[in-house]
């Protein structure tokens, strides 16, 4: 089995990431995130607004176009409303983002095995999966990054080619700065940079400053050059998103330092396995590369307390930690595959206490699944048959090769486990879709000029497959001059909408508009901001 995986490594790689980020790709309703997103890209296809990005006729300068500009290219290819389309740029960049992730260890480490774990661990960790299955703008700006690190690498260690590299670096810098502005610059590059320094400084050379200000500064060429051009055509918005987004740094979800530092966890099926790994002390000199092993390490934490200066904090901007970590992992599973036989009975207990529990999920699954789930079953019985045999069977697997030592099998069966949740059991998520209030607005037809008061959700402006602009945007009120139209109206603002409409026009409620999928009314997940009442008002003559 080494010596398949040893000549297939790159083939194996690509098929996982295959499974993991592009099957059932289009099963998971939209989520906020998303919905922004393809709105943007939607009105891009439908009012040529490619530069200038609005969502729901209104700027929407917030983020830079380039994600945008690539799921507007695969919905006009594939279909404006086909979910797997307008998700596919972000799986395949997250697939080039583990391919280049591969390229750098291979590049750094020399140590294909190496190299290949930590691809695999890559992709299988938790937020790296979410992320590539999700249309929005993450991925992209981190993938960029890692293939301009990658050139980076190339250019400081090869003569050969060092402004070719120099230049690619620069160009896919730039496209990370066009997909969410300096963000990875500060919590990928960066790090990167201080882990290469830390650990490679005797590979700096002189003759390499200038390739390399050559590919910073390209990148930031390309980089600020939509901020540039939108700054000079409507300066007015510009200037009034950008205050917002920079009073938010310091100001929206301010948590306090420490709040990132269960970090690890986010790797979800390896959070053990992470958390062993940055033990520094204990792991330093088992590896089997000391100096590659600092550089994944200060990477991983440059990267944590970069971001915990930041007094903004969500779960979902540790996104780039993940990647350095995968490395950093990595270098804990091959001393295991090589040394479990000789480990102390303390140093095991951490590996059967992981790999035990993935193994009896796996095993409990049918029983667990079908008592959970119950009559939710209904429809989906063939794919809840076929996953929990193949679970059990896996959890199986694991509890056998655990009992026979060979950790590398073990490891191998827990990508296995994930790869089957995704590529045959992912359809089961359907079964939470139990709102009984449920009401698409995508039903909604009307020849009626449509309008809204109140921010409309981004799902819900997705889900009704136009524009339905705001007549109250900030403190601007606008009433639409038309002597008859609808209006969607947010239930927090429905006092507001009766107040301005009551005395000079008729107000004829129509129905209730739900996409909730997985709450009904009362539940504790249930989001009023979700809902929009439908009213058609008319001009009193």
Sequence with gaps: MTKIIEEHSIKIILLVCAVIFLANLDVIYVNIM??????????????????????????????????????????????????????????????????????????????????????????????IIFSGRNGQWDIFTHSFMVVSIYF??????????????????????????????????????????????????????????????????????????????????????????????????????????????????????????????????????????????????????????????IPEKKSRYLLPVLIPMALNTAFYIEYLILHFNSLKKAEKFPVYFNFGLIAVIGIVFPIGGFIFLQEKVDGFLFVFSLTSVLLFSIGLAIFYFLRKKNIENVFYLTISFIAVIILVGFPLAKTF????????????????????????????????????????????????????????????NEEEFKRIFETDFSIDFKETFDINYTASPGERAYKDRLTSKYYVVKKNQ
């Design 34 to 127: 998303e919905a922004r997103n393809f709105v943007t890209a939607r009105e891009m296809l439908h009012q040529g607004n490619w530069v200038l990005t609005t969502m729901n006729d209104y700027p929407r300068y917030e983020k830079p176009p380039l994600p945008t500009w690539l799921t507007a290219i695969s919905a006009y290819i594939f279909g404006v409303h086909n979910l797997f389309a307008l998700r596919l740029p972000a799986s395949l960049s997250a697939i080039v983002l583990v391919f280049f992730v591969y390229k750098i260890a291979v590049l750094l480490f020399q140590n294909k095995k190496l190299s290949f774990y930590a691809a695999l661990i890559l992709p299988t960790s938790f937020y």
């Design 152 to 309: 980076l690498i190339k250019t400081v260690k090869f003569d050969r080619n060092k402004w070719l590299n120099a230049i690619l670096g620069g160009i896919f810098f730039g496209c990370s700065f066009l997909s969410k502005g300096p963000v990875s610059l500060y919590a990928l590059w960066l790090p990167f940079l201080i882990a290469f320094g830390v650990a490679y400084k005797s590979e700096l050379k002189r003759n390499r400053i200038l390739p390399f200000l050559t590919m910073l500064g390209l990148g930031l060429l390309i980089g600020i050059s939509w901020f540039a051009y939108v700054r000079y055509a409507d300066p007015e918005s510009f200037l009034e998103i950008a205050t917002e987004e920079a009073g938010n740094w310091t100001s929206y979800n301010v948590r306090p330092f420490y709040y990132y530092w269960s970090f690890f966890t986010q790797s979800g099926i390896w959070t053990i396995p992470a958390f062993v790994a940055l033990l520094f002390p204990y792991l330093k000199n088992k590896v089997s590369d000391k100096k590659a092993y600092l550089f994944s390490f200060t990477w991983t934490m440059a990267a944590v307390v970069l971001l915990s200066i």
């Design 433 to 492: 879709n139990t709102n009984a209030t449920f009401n698409n607005i995508s039903k909604l037809s009307t020849k009626l000029p449509l309008y809204s008061i109140g921010e409309p959700s981004p799902e819900m402006i997705w889900h009704l497959g136009h524009s339905a602009p705001e007549i109250k945007h900030g403190k601007k009120l606008s009433i639409p001059e038309e002597n008859e139209f609808g209006i969607l109206v947010n239930p927090a």
